[in-house]
């Protein structure tokens, strides 16, 4: 028989502007408590320096983390150019020094131009991935360097926002990239460009998939709400489960089909030609879950909110 979880049973989402020097997991345990939640899940790593968007998933809303985890993601940061650390940002310790005094702005925008588009990235010792099921951050806190083969990414935007000269240069910097992206890499990448060590001073994310700064609620919010108003209050600021899925098509049914798909069954689709994966929705208008319309017409449900 299978454990009971213990806690509230809850679902939606939560956008957190996360606080630096915390981890994500980090941010979303404090959540999880202030909620009582029995389940909860985060939608991609933060390093502890860095703040920003940080979709939380809550309850049933977990089933459709992947499509968070899986989005475009969008950063204003800051690069020291002239200073590298073991860490590649400013957690670290100094490693290498120069002095960047001859690097001017044309350079600099014009070592970004090949760091755009569809680029290899080698990812940093110090990040959660796994290599032989041990986070390469481990590996590095005990002195090991590991071989680490290149990933492909996609950097599809990286402007210039400021720029200011010196013995270290400064540059901030605005990306939008797909999944895995790694700032602190790209940092690194672009003052190798430039025969120079970098690193992250400062990284906010700005955009995870469909949610922006616009949609975050900050940790000292929830704090004060669950002081005053308690567990009520604290969930008039999720979001509905689909508010992550408005990219996808959305399919009403019957109620003769919302029968038959609710048992895992595959119905014929009447009121649409969409083909893929779409949202579902039962003949009162309710979110049912995900599937996907085959070139029959059959939509097969994937994914389903439990009952």
């Known amino acids: 028989m299978a454990r009971r979880r213990k806690g509230r049973q809850i679902d939606g989402l939560l956008v957190l502007d996360k606080p630096p020097g ?5 941010a979303l345990q404090q959540v999880k408590r202030l909620y009582g939640a029995a389940k909860a899940g ?7 320096l860095a703040t920003g968007v940080l979709p939380l998933c809550f309850g049933e809303a977990t089933k459709f983390s992947q499509f968070l985890l899986n989005a475009d993601k969008g950063y204003l940061s800051t690069f ?5 650390t073991d860490t590649a940002d400013a957690d670290g310790e100094i490693i290498a020094q120069a002095a960047a005094t001859g690097v001017t702005l044309d350079r600099v925008t014009e070592a970004m131009k090949p760091l755009t588009g569809a680029i290899e ?22 002195g090991e360097q590991v071989e680490r083969a290149p990933r492909s990414v996609t950097i599809h935007q990286f402007d210039l926002v400021s720029f200011a000269p010196g013995e270290q240069v400064i540059v901030k910097v605005q990306i939008l990239c797909s999944k895995g992206t790694y700032v602190r890499s790209l940092a690194e990448d672009l003052g190798a460009a430039l025969d120079l060590p970098a690193h992250v001073s400062e990284l906010r994310r700005c955009q995870s998939g469909p949610f922006n700064l616009g949609d975050t609620v900050t940790l000292d919010t929830l704090l004060a709400i669950k002081e005053a108003e308690s567990e ?23 109620e003769a089909a919302t029968f038959h798909i609710r048992r895992g069954q595959s119905v014929v689709v009447s009121n649409g030609a969409q083909s893929g994966m779409v949202r579902i929705a039962d003949a009162g208008g309710s979110f049912l879950g995900i599937g996907n319309v085959r070139d029959d017409g059959q939509l097969a449900p994937t994914r389903l909110l439990a009952q």
Do not use: C, F, W
């Open 22 to 26: 915390v981890s994500s997991n980090g």
């Open 80 to 84: 020291v150019l002239g200073i590298g």
């Open 121 to 142: 990235q080698v990812p940093p010792m110090y990040s959660a991935l796994k290599v032989d099921g041990q986070p390469l951050y481990k590996r590095a806190r005990a």
């Open 232 to 254: 009520p209050g604290l969930d008039l600021r999720l979001l509905p489960i689909e508010a992550s899925l408005h990219h996808l098509p959305r399919v009403t049914l019957s």
């Open 42 to 48: 985060h939608t991609g790593s933060l390093d502890p």
